[in-house]
């Protein structure tokens, strides 16, 4: 009797061997596991230590779905404190470019204001040049 289970447990678990592999191979679970490394590795995140993990699981009584959820919490807060740098750095640019926008609206605000200091005394040289046309012709002596 204990021949015949042993052999049943052998027989389920050579199954789900296949099974499982048929899987991983029907919805290519390597090359998305690949592209999720590649992702990571884009933002930054490539220091997770799959064999500590393991270890972890191993050692810390953990359950691997509570090791992995702790992994991709990890990663996550990896990511986030990436995220806050680059926000940090943009937000620098910005500032800078806002106080150089601020600088040359004040010089054209400059300009604008000599612009009408020199309407205004545009209208001075306009009124002597009026009269001046309006003089009467003088006669040359050659």
């Known amino acids: 009797m204990y021949d015949l289970y042993a052999d049943l447990l052998k ?3 050579e199954r789900a061997e296949r099974e499982f592999d048929d899987i991983c191979v029907e919805e290519a679970i390597e ?3 690949n592209a999720i490394d590649a992702l990571c590795a884009e933002r930054g995140v490539i220091d997770l230590d799959v064999a500590a993990n393991a270890s972890r699981v191993v050692h810390s009584g953990k359950s691997p779905d509570e090791v992995a959820r702790n ?4 990663a996550k807060r990896k990511e986030a404190e990436t995220l806050r740098e680059e926000a940090a750095t943009i937000e620098l640019e910005a ?3 806002i106080a150089e926008l601020e600088s040359k609206r004040e010089a054209v605000r400059t300009a604008a204001n000599g612009l009408k200091t ?3 005394g545009g209208d001075v040289v306009h009124e002597a040049s009026m009269q001046w046309s309006a003089r009467a012709p003088v006669k040359s002596s050659t």
Not at 71 to 74: G, P, V
Request: aromatic letters at 0%.
């Open 118 to 120: 020199g309407t205004q």
């Open 31 to 33: 090359a998305r596991l």
């Open 71 to 74: 992994t991709r919490a990890e």
């Open 95 to 97: 500032q800078e470019k």
């Open 11 to 13: 027989s389920i678990e």
